[in-house]
């Protein structure tokens, strides 16, 4: 097992401001689209539980230093066990599992926890996950959905994933989003199917130019 402080990963999140999700055929395809999302220039990826060989995947890609890798759509403690063990930074649910937020928090890794409604949301961090992922972002209502949220809740620490796209991921941090996280915007199927280096690199440079800084 080999993790970074949470605080590590806090940091390589709040500096990055994007998350990578991949949700990839296998291993290898998975692999790739990491490797190359760290050559177009962001260092920050989650691989999805979904994947197959996802958990080999994970110990492959943390023999890299330069990536921060975590692992997503972990829906329960076995899973989130798993994860840890084979390398992740960091853990993502599409939901709130108390056992999984208290595992984290035992074993020292940053989670992410899932909610829809500003109750999930407060409970959410109540329970202890570091960051609250608003899912699914855009059939939520968008950023205007979040702004709402963080009105009478400003110090939580908000990423939508769902439908975030080029035109949006603007909104969502003028709205107040602490990171995002995409997946269909930089990783089509066409792209991933074909392995096609050059179109997802312009997909990530493209992202990063519209990424404001703090």
């Known amino acids: 097992?080999?993790?970074?402080?949470?605080?590590?990963?806090?940091?390589?999140?709040?500096?990055?401001?994007?998350?990578?999700?991949?949700?990839?055929?296998?291993?290898?395809?998975?692999?790739?689209?990491?490797?190359?999302?760290?050559?177009?220039?962001?260092?920050?990826?989650?691989?999805?539980?979904?994947?197959?060989?996802?958990?080999?995947?994970?110990?492959?890609?943390?023999?890299?230093?330069?990536?921060?890798?975590?692992?997503?759509?972990?829906?329960?403690?076995?899973?989130?066990?798993?994860?840890?063990?084979?390398?992740?930074?960091?853990?993502?649910?599409?939901?709130?599992?108390?056992?999984?937020?208290?595992?984290?928090?035992d074993w020292g890794v940053l989670v992410v926890a899932g909610a829809a409604t500003p109750s999930e949301a407060l409970n959410a961090s109540r329970l202890g996950a570091e960051i609250v992922k608003i899912f699914p972002a855009e059939s939520l209502g968008g950023p205007r959905f979040l702004k709402l949220l963080l009105d009478p809740l400003p110090w939580l620490k908000l990423m939508p994933t769902g439908g975030v796209s080029l035109d949006t991921l603007g909104a969502y941090f003028e709205a107040g989003a602490h990171a995002v996280g995409v997946a269909s915007v930089l990783y089509e199927k066409e792209t991933m199917r074909r392995r096609d280096e050059d179109a997802l690199l312009k997909q990530v440079h493209d992202l990063l130019d519209r990424i404001p800084r703090p």
């Not at 979904?50 to 110990?59: D, F, Q, V």
């Not at 990536?67 to 329960?76: E, H, I, N, Q, R």
């Open 1 to 105: 097992m080999n993790v970074d402080s949470p605080l590590a990963t806090a940091d390589a999140i709040a500096k990055n401001r994007v998350i990578g999700v991949i949700r990839a055929k296998d291993a290898s395809e998975a692999i790739w689209a990491a490797e190359t999302t760290l050559a177009g220039g962001l260092p920050l990826v989650e691989i999805t539980l979904t994947t197959p060989g996802a958990y080999e995947a994970i110990t492959r890609l943390r023999e890299n230093p330069e990536l921060t890798v975590g692992a997503g759509t972990v829906l329960d403690e076995a899973m989130a066990r798993q994860a840890i063990k084979a390398g992740a930074q960091f853990l993502v649910s599409p939901h709130t599992d108390p056992a999984i937020i208290r595992l984290c928090r």
